[in-house]
């Protein structure tokens, strides 16, 4: 999810074709082409500008409605209800992880199979893609990337993946599960999956959010050379 703004002039997009297996788009004010994977402009009068990330949640609509109870909901167009449980059935199929790279993929990295999902971080210019399967295998990950404190928390219920700088204050904190969801975690104090510390001396203080991309290891890794791949550890 990207701010459609740059310079506090709002943009608009239209699709621009596919580079590298990878979305392009096109921005009606100067025909400036932007890469999804990497958010820059690879051509036109802005080229090598990036446009800034939202924080964002990839998780089921009841886990988003347990915490946003009030929320409010996109009404799709006429006929596109009809289809929902037609799409539905085709993203839970979803992609063999051993299929290979789209036509035109700029690059392949065989360190995984081409199709595996991950969650890829830049941070402070070092690139991490985290696994799914890795993530559901460790649920939460106490880690370090580009100098920073990372913790990443993966609700298996839900698939929901969070993600967080992993100190408060210059504190770092170390954190594990607090019960079987992973909804909650512990270290001197008590967190929830969402950063939030709901019990001990650090109370309602939220620990800063890191933005995680969603995508296929092929596509991650064409726009990220020589990204670091995590490696499970088994939770504690």
Not at 15 to 22: E, F, Q
Not at 105 to 134: C, F, I, K, Q
């Amino acid at each position: 999810m990207f701010r459609a703004a740059l310079d506090d002039k709002r943009l608009a997009f239209d699709t621009g074709g596919v580079r590298g297996g990878n979305e392009l788009f096109r921005d009606r004010a100067t025909g400036s082409s932007w890469q999804q994977s990497t958010t820059e402009a690879i051509a036109g009068p802005l080229k090598g500008r990036h446009l800034a990330l939202y924080p964002f949640l990839l998780t089921t609509w009841g886990e988003w409605r347990r915490e946003h109870p009030a929320t409010m909901v996109l009404q799709p167009l006429p006929g596109y209800a009809d289809r929902v449980a037609q799409m539905n059935q085709v993203i839970d199929r979803g992609v063999l992880a051993s299929a290979p790279a789209p036509k035109g993929a700029l690059s392949e990295d065989a360190r995984l199979p081409a199709h595996t999902p991950v969650l890829g971080l830049d941070l402070n210019g070092a690139a991490v893609a985290y696994p799914m399967p890795a993530l559901q295998a460790a649920r939460v990950v106490n880690g370090t990337q580009g100098g920073e404190a990372v913790l990443i928390v993966h609700q298996g219920g839900t698939d929901t993946t969070t993600a967080f700088e992993g100190a408060w204050r210059g504190q770092k904190l170390d954190f594990r599960p607090a019960n079987a969801a992973n909804t909650q975690l512990e270290d001197l104090q008590t967190h929830n999956a969402y950063g939030v510390c709901i019990a001990g001396r650090l109370k309602g203080a939220q620990l800063p959010a890191l933005i995680l991309e969603p995508e296929f290891w092929f596509a991650w890794s064409e726009f990220h050379p020589g990204t670091g791949i995590y490696t499970a550890k088994p939770a504690r």
